[in-house]
């Protein structure tokens, strides 16, 4: 069974970053960037577009995906050279853009689920035929979040236990103070 994450309404622009990348002349993104006051951008026309806004133009039926992209945030030169670059080797993402016939969603997939077209395609037609019988939003998730309802003890324990953990390891543990004026009631 494949393992998946939605996003309803995604804000990403790494495609169309690609894109930007793809249509740029100059060896140097600093040159580039000197280049925006005389008006000759190659990459321009992209600027503020969101990959969901560009699949929505290519998406054209319900059920309709895009290709598999790369999470190109697991392969920056940072998060690879230090310690969380070990933790998340093998652990990289990959997504696709969905026509749920609603809107544009991105549905994203572990490494070992998109190294498998079998695994790729059931994930499709799962997370189709949830949005559908959830008219537009996958039922799981909406009864999820139904089911997730965090009550103001439930809260206060979670607090407790880490103030708790962190006393005992002589840590000093400040919250900020809008979240410490939320927990004390004030009459």
């Known amino acids: 069974m494949p393992f998946v994450g939605h996003v309803s309404r995604p804000s990403a622009n790494s495609v169309v970053n690609t894109l930007r990348l793809a249509l740029c002349k100059q060896e140097d993104c600093r040159r580039c960037r000197s280049q925006v006051a005389r008006g000759r951008r190659d990459c321009e ?28 945030l697991s392969f920056s030169g940072k998060e690879q050279a230090g310690a969380l670059g070990s933790y998340y080797r093998g652990k990289e993402t990959r997504f696709f853009y ?40 996958p039922v799981a998730l909406s009864e999820a979040h139904e089911q ?30 809008k979240a410490f004026s939320k927990r004390l009631p004030w009459v």
Do not use: C, K
Not at 103 to 129: C, K, N, T
Not at 157 to 172: D, S
């Open 45 to 72: 026309g992209f600027a503020g577009l969101t990959d969901r806004e560009v699949f929505a133009e290519l998406l054209r039926s319900p059920g309709q995906r895009s290709a598999l992209f790369v999470n190109l």
């Open 148 to 177: 997730a309802v965090v009550t103001a003890a439930d809260r206060e324990q979670f607090w407790y236990l880490v103030e708790t953990m962190a006393a005992e390891r002589g840590v000093r543990f400040a919250g900020s103070a």
């Open 98 to 137: 969905l026509n749920t016939g609603e809107e544009i969603a991105r549905v994203e997939l572990p490494l070992w689920v998109a190294e498998s077209e079998a695994l790729v395609d059931l994930a499709h037609s799962l997370v189709y035929d949830q949005v559908r019988r959830g008219d537009g939003y």
